[in-house]
């Protein structure tokens, strides 16, 4: 049964003693209104506007003969005029000064551009460690830092969607927002009867530019299979789709306020207690405004903060990681879109999850196909992790898998990279990637949500905890799904994790490390990481090999 189905026969089922809320979702315990079951407004017939959103996609993303000139001419102007100034004032300088140049321009050109790519700006500030340090700070500010619409439109949209003057539903309505990022903004208030919360409000208009953004993606998605070596990689033209799929579904907030109740299902269901999932109100949501409770705590990057309160910034990074892979393993939910601006840490740990536009669903073949997966890779099991790829659509149903052992070099001696001359490393990605395109690999929907999550706990560690013995987080994991999970796991796909030892030697060679490595910290993989980027840079090395033609 999917979380979605539990969560709508939990609040649709008889008993007033059930009427407490936080003993069936993963809210706090004192809430400002408890939400029962059948008397939340928005609730109903939300299935049909989510599968109304999702039949939007197909349209959308068809392809074209004439591409959207207009939006491709701003497109052009925005980041060809950001290019050609900092071309001119900061490239000659070099180094560092040319990277943050580089790195802010294009921030402010991808802010004027709107939701799309202000989108893949907050995709790229959380991956530190996989892009320059300058270009990932920049981006954070597209988290939450995008320049607000006017207070004016704010009220607009407030009361055309609730009906009612603003003053006739808060008694105080903050004029500066909170958070201003891609689709909406959040501004503090107060409800009439005292209660304080928090309100997302849609920026006015944004609708119908995500339309043309997808349009003009979706015209341009074909023309780069095989141009570039990453975006060849990710599938462009089911990118797009993906893309679409999940921010039609932002533009609705009626949707994000369902994802918030089936995640809150899930970790309760769970027993997890290291995530808190704000209450959205009853009442007041509609497909512009959430209201939702108002929590506190510490920005997931305030780490001096964390620890003058006792708070243990590695056990809040272990939490947050089982509890994600706990929802995409066991239960097939999990929120899509982590980002610091999305979380912060409550004063006693636990962890406030924010902004559920992007939720993650699997049915239960994807769920199934994920959990075999994770589990061959915890057992060195190479083949069975390429078969459970294969089964999730990231390759060809008949594809070769022992030839594709072959292609990844899986069947031969770890190479360290640090090791290697730039021209070495590049010319093994070439021909990696080569091989793997030509055997139809991409990247659905599950593995990229999935990957873009963990980019973020990727930069979260360098923040959070920096010098944890990396095996041994992972053996912690491990040991807990062994622990709780066991049964669960070995009914659905036959291998049993309390019976079955943990092998790392698949997770040291993905690092370029000998099977007989103790130990790795993540401040030591960056420093691996900075040395194979320097190699690349000083030789001038290139992908050969991938571009159209070749």
């Known amino acids: 049964m999917s ?18 809320d936080a003993a069936r979702w993963a809210f706090g315990e004192d809430g400002p209104w408890y939400l029962e079951r059948g008397r939340i407004a928005w609730l109903p017939g939300l299935e049909a506007v989510r599968q109304s959103a ?27 005029g950001a290019l050609g100034r900092w071309w001119l004032a900061e490239r000659r300088g070099g180094g560092e000064r040319s990277r943050a140049g580089l790195s802010r321009r294009l921030r402010e050109a991808f802010e004027h551009l709107g939701p799309a790519y202000i989108k893949l700006g907050q995709i790229i500030s959380s991956g530190r460690g996989l892009f320059p340090d300058e270009l990932v700070a920049e981006f954070r500010k597209c988290r939450d830092q995008v320049p607000p619409e006017p ?40 409800l009439r009867n005292g209660e304080e919360v928090v309100v997302k409000v849609q920026r006015p208009g944004v609708a119908a530019r995500v339309r043309a953004d997808i349009a003009a993606m979706a015209w341009i998605a074909p023309k780069l299979v095989g141009r570039i070596p990453v975006a060849a990689l990710a599938n462009p033209p089911a990118l797009v789709e993906l893309f679409a799929e999940t921010i039609l579904e932002e533009l609705d907030f009626r949707l994000e306020a369902q994802n918030m109740l089936d995640v809150a299902y899930v970790l309760r269901h769970a027993g997890q207690t ?18 939702m409770e108002r929590l506190h705590g510490f920005a997931y990057d305030d780490v ?63 769920r199934i196909a994920f959990l075999r997966m994770m589990m061959a890779g915890a057992a060195n099991d190479v083949r069975g992790q390429l ?27 770890v190479r360290d990279p640090t090791r290697m001359s730039g021209e070495e490393i590049a010319s093994e990605i070439s021909e990696l990637l080569k091989g793997l395109l030509k055997k139809g690999a991409r990247l659905p929907k599950p593995l990229m949500l ?32 062994a622990t709780r999970h066991a049964h669960t796991i070995a009914a659905q796909i036959g291998v049993d994790p309390s019976r079955s ?50």
């Open 387 to 413: 078969a459970a790829f294969r089964d999730l659509g990231a390759l060809d149903a008949d594809a070769d898998l022992d030839e594709l052992v072959t292609i990844l070099k899986l069947d031969q001696p």
């Open 501 to 550: 030892a943990l092998d790392l030697t698949g997770v040291k060679a993905s690092l370029g490390l000998e099977s007989d490595a103790e130990s790795i910290t993540h401040r030591e993989i960056q420093d691996r990481r900075r040395i194979v980027q320097k190699k690349l840079e000083e030789t001038g090395a290139r992908l050969p090999g991938i571009d159209a033609g070749e």
């Open 3 to 20: 979380a979605e189905r539990d969560a709508t026969e939990a609040m649709n089922g008889a008993g007033a003693a059930d009427a407490e």
């Open 304 to 366: 001096a903060g964390m620890r003058a309160a006792g708070i243990d910034t590695a056990e809040v990074l272990r939490s947050m990681m089982i509890t994600f892979l706990e929802g995409a393993m066991i239960y097939g939910v999990f929120h899509g879109d982590l980002h610091g601006g999305n979380l912060f840490v409550m004063p006693d740990g636990r962890v406030a999850l924010l902004d559920y536009g992007m939720t993650a669903r699997m049915d239960e073949k994807q």
């Open 274 to 291: 290291a995530v808190v999932v704000p209450r959205p109100h009853p009442e007041l949501v509609t497909r512009r405004v959430l209201v």
């Open 54 to 80: 999702q039949a939007e996609v197909p349209d959308l993303t068809r392809a074209r003969l004439v591409p959207p000139v207009g939006r491709f001419g701003e497109a052009f102007g925005r980041v060809g």
């Open 151 to 190: 207070f004016d439109h704010v009220r607009r949209v407030v009361e055309e969607d609730l009906g009612r003057s603003l003053e006739a539903v808060f008694s105080s309505f903050d004029r500066t927002c909170l958070a201003a990022a891609s689709i909406a903004q959040v501004h503090r208030a107060t």
């Open 450 to 481: 999935y990957a873009k999550d963990m980019l973020f706990f990727d930069g979260a560690v360098a923040e959070l905890a920096p010098d944890l013995n990396m095996f041994a987080e992972v053996a912690r994991i491990y040991t807990y799904f």
